[in-house]
């Protein structure tokens, strides 16, 4: 293989964790990849695709809320009111959890939204889909074998 085609595979596998994370360990050990591998591109495609969509969601929301206050619309409508209550029930904790089968994009948006000024939220993130990238190629290595 040369180098460029080493690059695109890695790029895509991660590309494909960000998107369907609960199916990337799978798809990995079918395709022939050593469970090692295949954690490891999970976990680090789910990673980058944390930190590509912080500063994202960031900016998102702000312009999302000068849009909102600038129309006068209400600040709580009754399905932000019930998002707060899954937000005050489960806590970043929960999301981090709910993160392996939401996908990289959705636990993202949510942690990022209600727990985006905490600096732990990353990190616990972060920890979350490492532990699912490890739950879910251990899974999928059980499975093929």
Do not use: N
């Not at 991660?14 to 609960?22: G, T």
């Not at 985006?116 to 999928?140: D, E, F, K, N, Q």
């Amino acid at each position: 293989m040369t180098e460029a085609s080493i690059i695109f595979e890695i790029l895509g596998w991660w590309l494909l964790s960000f998107l369907k994370f609960i199916v990337m360990p799978s798809a990995g050990l079918a395709a022939g990849m050593a469970p090692l591998r295949v954690f490891t591109y999970s976990a680090s495609g789910a990673i980058l695709g944390l930190l590509l969509m912080q500063p994202v969601i960031r900016v998102l929301f702000d312009w999302r809320s000068q849009v909102r206050r600038k129309k006068g619309k209400r600040a709580f409508t009754p399905g932000r009111r019930r998002i707060v209550r899954i937000k005050q029930h489960f806590g970043i904790l929960g999301i981090a959890f709910l993160g392996g089968p939401l996908g990289v994009p959705v636990g993202a948006l949510l942690a990022f939204k209600y727990f985006g000024h905490r600096s732990s939220t990353l990190p616990i993130m972060m920890v979350g889909y490492v532990m699912w990238s490890a739950l879910l190629t251990t899974l999928s290595a059980l499975a093929f074998h």
